[in-house]
């Protein structure tokens, strides 16, 4: 980072590092004995493309990807227009569950399609609420959503699960980063 970056206010990026989805199994752990919220088994990978050919190929590799993992993952596209490939595991496969989905961010950034990332959700509950716990690849951190009903989110929940997790995942400090997943698969 230059001199001018520093004077512009600009940051520099923090790279994704994608082996940060093997930190969810301790973190649900924690979850689970502090606060009640297991694991609910589903999982996604959210991504954006473009239009034009980068879109086409995307596609192309995203719908490889579903032929080769035998029905795992299913894709389905929300109302913004993000694509989200889906996977379902047993509430108690959290880590087959977090495997899977690092080798499908694994295989898309390998492919080229990297900046096409936006986030990685792990589904939580208590019996009563959802919780997501949501990856940041342009950040490089994780933060808690908590979806209280449409279009509002449980902000005390959010902050009291983020100090619960603070030595079990890389949380992301700037609450302004924590934007709503609302109609995210499984929340």
Same mark, same amino acid.
Not at 5 to 30: C, E, H, M, Y
């Given at each position: 980072?230059?001199?001018?970056?520093?004077?512009?206010?600009?940051?520099?990026?923090?790279?994704?590092?994608?082996?940060?989805?093997?930190? /969810?199994?301790?973190?649900?752990?924690?979850?689970?004995?502090?606060?009640?919220?297991? =694991?609910?088994?589903?999982?996604? /990978?959210?991504?954006?493309?473009?239009?034009?050919?980068?879109?086409?190929?995307?596609?192309?590799?995203? #719908?490889?990807?579903?032929?080769?993992?035998?029905?795992?993952?299913?894709? &389905?596209?929300?109302?913004?227009?993000?694509?989200?490939?889906? %996977?379902?595991?047993? =509430?108690? $496969?959290?880590?087959?569950? /977090?495997?899977?989905?690092?080798?499908?961010?694994?295989?898309?950034?390998?492919?080229?399609?990297? =900046?096409?990332?936006?986030?990685?959700? /792990?589904?939580?509950? $208590?019996?009563?609420?959802?919780?997501?716990?949501?990856?940041?690849?342009?950040?490089?951190?994780?933060?808690?959503?908590?979806?209280?009903?449409?279009?509002? %989110?449980?902000?005390? &929940?959010?902050?009291?699960?983020?100090?619960?997790?603070?030595?079990?995942?890389?949380?992301?400090? #700037?609450?302004? %980063?924590?934007? =709503?997943?609302?109609?995210?698969?499984?929340?």
């Amino acid at each position: 980072m230059g001199f001018l970056d520093i004077l512009l206010g600009r940051s520099k990026a923090v790279p994704p590092n994608l082996d940060q989805l093997f930190s /969810v199994p301790s973190a649900a752990i924690t979850l689970q004995t502090a606060a009640d919220y297991k =694991p609910t088994g589903i999982g996604s /990978v959210c991504f954006k493309a473009a239009e034009g050919g980068g879109f086409s190929a995307l596609r192309s590799e995203v #719908d490889k990807l579903l032929a080769l993992d035998n029905g795992k993952f299913t894709s &389905t596209t929300d109302s913004y227009g993000f694509t989200w490939l889906v %996977r379902e595991t047993t =509430p108690d $496969n959290v880590e087959g569950l /977090v495997t899977d989905l690092h080798g499908v961010n694994t295989s898309l950034v390998d492919a080229g399609f990297g =900046p096409a990332l936006l986030c990685t959700l /792990v589904n939580f509950s $208590n019996g009563t609420n959802s919780l997501g716990l949501v990856y940041l690849y342009k950040r490089g951190s994780w933060y808690p959503f908590a979806p209280a009903g449409p279009d509002r %989110r449980d902000n005390q &929940t959010e902050l009291q699960i983020k100090s619960l997790l603070a030595t079990d995942l890389r949380l992301e400090q #700037d609450l302004t %980063r924590w934007f =709503p997943i609302y109609g995210a698969p499984g929340l």
